[in-house]
């Protein structure tokens, strides 16, 4: 079961979805306390989890400073420790991690367009993807719409090599964008929407990892420092900002950084790069955060004052008159940008110290375009204060007239129908353009750097309080109740009419024997009909279009279509497409459900990859140990080997001696502990005949004495180019000439990078096969070792399968085929 401590924003997170914000008393006061602070803090870096969330979480919950966190990327080029998603799915995922995290420490989220192409081992390599230009332009606008007083950077820019390239770049756009966002002939464009803007000051966020040990950062010079004690306690939450930290820390699953919170004194030490140094450790010294700031805000200033000093903890609609006198005075603001965010803060306070609330459901999770749905509006006034919801303004924009009183605690429910209307389709915003490898492709300025596409369905609820005429906006959402779980919210989506889909994302086919595709068809109107087809390469053939119906939406139903390769060896596109009523649809609708997370729904291109291999194997019979996530026994199966995933719980010498080879899924070795017991078994299974292939595992804290059958030692050793030269170390070497003959082809196509954490040290009895390396690298000879060890092969190897087999790169296939068929030469060849 997940769980979530409600801080500031007032969310807990249920399965699926976002539950409507419900404030405590303690949790309004600290938003009335962030409602009189006008001062702000970005906290820039490259990926999700590179973040401080203590220093995010201190600035938001003890300073009360507006705080966001700008991640350049969605980290879509990182390593998935739950499912199976990679890549851009990973990124959608890593989004909505980051905006749990900063639910939990009250920060802000934004972002740039530069994709997260993988590993990088300086800036150089990094902008041989990223186009440098655009991305300082998204930060650029990053900072001219949040308008930060402060700016903090992660990484050192003066350091490139000895960290990410991405975390230098980071660093470096940051200074860089300092010293041009007030610069009005920088990106004048950007200036239709937003204005220039100065930040007050430039850190970097430094610690003694900077400076190699901890004895040297005591010994070193810190007059340019601030240091700033982060580890507060808070009566109103019962935790400390560390623990806080640690919970939002922990949103990051899909990297496994599940953390544990900390209690006492923690220094975070700020270098001054830009600027004037704060002398009392004080990040906003010398900047006005009180109303004064504002024009006309004075008198904003003195009745808000009052109302946070005479808080009433006991009953917070005391506030109110207060509240309610000082919101026209907002509205009258000059000055835009403070109108706008301290209008939103205050909305939301009037709403939580009535005990307001409002929400309008439907009982559907997604609909189509100009569907008629059902909505059930809702609202209760939970204080004495009198209140008057005098109409609703429906998605759509019709206005539901009301004009009740909304009586104390007596609920007000009604029912109504819309239609959908030409609605765009939901899904993640930078991923409807095709981009490059290292450039999302967004077109719309207002919409770079939003963490999610914005919501089209709304109802606005319009209130009179008091005699104040107020908005309350809320999402449309789709609610239901689970016999386990009671009260559920999930996102409500708009989908085409149906979905056409083939699971797999590459077909491998090892022969020229046809293969049953099945192209999956879901309904999301009822009494669909529709034609299906695939659309095949030049040189492939595929049986005829069929007919569909299906009468219930939400049904899916699966066609059969005969594919036949080519003779020889050829790569393609399958296009699964759908023919409604002289309409072509040519997408599928992709669902992401964690309990962590909302429900993402996504609508996609329909494609996926036709690979027809030249391709040798022996043996069939593959045992499969999991380790933290990939899809190499689903690979295997594509070229007819039969995979059983083994429970570690029953690896014993009876149930390996059944497998022709014995595969570690990647991190096996970091992330299933009862291994330690069970490698004596396997390594009897190799000294007895049989076949280990063991993928990479991590270096960084990795003890295992006995990860092969002689002494290995893992580095951070990695090659980061995808197309870096392979030297054949020997070319007789039977890995490499039975049952394919690989050949530098066979490295060509590789995505993303070559390998990682390949062995730096290894005993005599390994056999290194291949050598490469990074330019201007000494190139490792770990990258796959192999050893004899009884009568059987034990092999190691930091070449990335994970990514080469999914992709459907062939030279990965035929030497992973070879690997499998180690020491089987005697024995007839299975094509």
Same mark, same amino acid.
């Given at each position: ?358 929400? !309008? ?8 375009? @100009? ?9 209760? @006034? ?36 819309? @239609?959908?209307? !030409? ?35 709304? !109802? ?50 090892? =022969? ?68 409604? =009523? ?37 043996? =069939? ?118 049952? @394919? ?83 089987? =030469? ?6």
């Amino acid at each position: 079961m997940r769980f979530l401590i409600v801080l500031l924003c007032c969310v807990s997170l249920p399965l699926h979805a976002q539950k409507p914000k419900k404030p405590s008393s303690s949790e309004i006061y600290e938003q009335l306390q962030q409602l009189n602070f006008l001062g702000t803090a970005l906290y820039l870096a490259a990926h999700p989890d590179d973040e401080n969330t203590a220093l995010i979480s201190y600035l938001v919950n003890d300073v009360h400073a507006r705080t966001g966190y700008l991640a350049l990327t969605r980290g879509d080029g990182g390593q998935n420790l739950i499912g199976p998603e990679i890549r851009e799915l990973l990124g959608v995922i890593r989004t909505q991690e980051l905006l749990a995290a900063r639910r939990t420490d009250g920060g802000e989220q934004r972002f740039t367009r530069a994709n997260d192409f993988g590993y990088s081992k300086n800036p150089k390599e990094t902008l041989e993807f990223w186009e440098k230009d655009e991305v300082l332009r998204d930060v650029v606008w990053a900072i001219r719409n949040f308008k930060p007083d402060v700016i903090i950077n992660r990484f050192d820019h003066r350091s490139p090599g000895s960290t990410h390239g991405h975390h230098t770049l980071s660093a470096m756009l940051g200074v860089q964008a300092f010293d041009l966002v007030g610069d009005a002939s920088v990106f004048p464009d950007q200036l239709k929407y937003t204005e220039t803007w100065q930040p007050k000051r430039l850190f970097f966020n430094t610690s003694w990892w900077f400076y190699g040990s901890r004895e040297a950062f005591e010994e070193a010079n810190k007059d340019n420092l601030v240091s700033v004690d982060v580890g507060s306690y808070y009566p109103a939450y019962g935790l400390s900002n560390t623990e806080i930290s640690a919970l939002s820390r922990s949103q990051h699953k899909s990297q496994g950084f599940g953390n544990t919170g900390s209690r006492g004194e923690q220094i975070e030490y700020l270098e001054l790069l830009k600027g004037d140094l704060p002398s009392n450790g004080n990040l906003f010294e010398g900047i006005d955060t009180s109303w004064n700031r504002v024009k006309d805000g004075a008198a904003i200033g003195e009745i808000l004052n009052e109302v946070e000093a005479n808080y009433d903890f006991k009953n917070p609609a005391a506030s109110l008159p207060g509240l309610l006198e000082a919101y026209p005075l907002i509205q009258n603001l000059e000055d835009t940008h403070w109108r706008e965010l301290k209008t939103k803060q205050l909305t939301q306070l009037i709403k939580a110290c009535a005990g307001l609330y409002v929400e !309008a459901a439907t009982g559907q999770q997604t609909a189509v375009a @100009n569907e008629n749905i059902s909505l059930n509006l809702e609202a209760i @006034n939970r204080s004495d204060f009198p209140i008057r919801l005098q109409n609703v303004v429906l998605p759509g924009g019709e206005k539901i007239e009301v004009a009740e009183n909304l009586a104390f605690n007596s609920d007000f429910e009604k029912q109504v129908n819309i @239609n959908t209307g !030409a609605a765009d389709l939901t899904t993640a915003y930078w991923l409807k353009d095709e981009g490059s490898v290292g450039m999302y492709k967004v077109t719309d300025q207002k919409l770079i750097g939003l963490p999610e596409t914005p919501r089209e369905f709304k !109802a606005v609820f319009n209130l009179q309080i008091g005699d104040q005429l107020i908005p309350i906006t809320t999402d449309l959402v789709y609610k239901y109740n689970d016999r386990v779980d009671g009260e559920v919210y999930e996102p409500f989506e708009i989908v085409p009419e149906a979905s056409v889909a083939v699971k797999d994302p590459v077909i491998i086919f090892a =022969n020229a024997q046809p293969k049953t595709i099945t192209a999956e068809v879901t309904a999301y109107t009822s009494n669909l009909k529709a034609q299906v087809m695939l659309q095949v390469p030049q040189g492939w053939q595929v049986s005829t279009p069929q007919q569909i119906s299906i009468a219930q939406k939400g049904e899916t139903k699966g066609v059969d279509f005969t594919v036949t390769p080519p003779a020889k060896a050829s790569e393609g596109e399958l296009k699964p497409q759908l023919q409604i =009523n002289g309409k072509t649809i040519t997408t599928k609708t992709v669902t992401i459900d964690y309990d962590h997370i909302p429900l993402q729904t996504l609508v996609l291109p329909s494609t996926n990859k036709l690979v027809r291999l030249d391709i040798a194997k022996k043996g =069939n019979y593959i045992g499969y140990i999991a380790g933290a996530g990939d899809v190499i026994p689903e690979s295997l199966q594509q070229i007819g080997y039969t995979v059983v995933t083994v429970d570690p719980g029953q690896i014993t010498p009876e149930n390996l001696a059944e497998f022709d080879a014995v595969v570690m899924g990647v991190r096996a070795y970091n992330v299933v502990e009862e291994l330690q017991y069970k490698q004596p078994i396997l390594l009897d299974y190799v000294k007895n005949g049989g076949t280990m292939v063991v993928q990479y595992n991590t270096a960084r804290g990795f003890n295992f004495p006995n990860l092969g059958p002689y002494p290995l030692q893992l580095s951070s050793d990695r090659v980061t180019d995808e197309t870096a030269k392979v030297k054949v170390l020997n070319p007789d070497a039977e890995i490499l000439n039975y049952p @394919n003959k690989i050949t530098q082809n066979d490295f060509d196509g590789w995505v993303q990078e070559r390998g990682l954490y390949f062995p730096d040290q290894y005993d005599s009895s390994y056999e290194p096969v291949i050598s490469i390396g990074d330019e201007g690298e000494k190139p490792s000879e770990g990258s796959l070792l192999i050893a004899k060890y009884g009568e059987g092969h034990y092999i190691y190897t930091g070449l990335s399968f994970f990514r080469e087999l999914p992709a459907g790169v062939s030279g990965a296939y035929r030497l992973f085929a070879n690997m499998l068929s180690i020491g089987k =030469n005697d024995q007839k060849i299975k094509q």
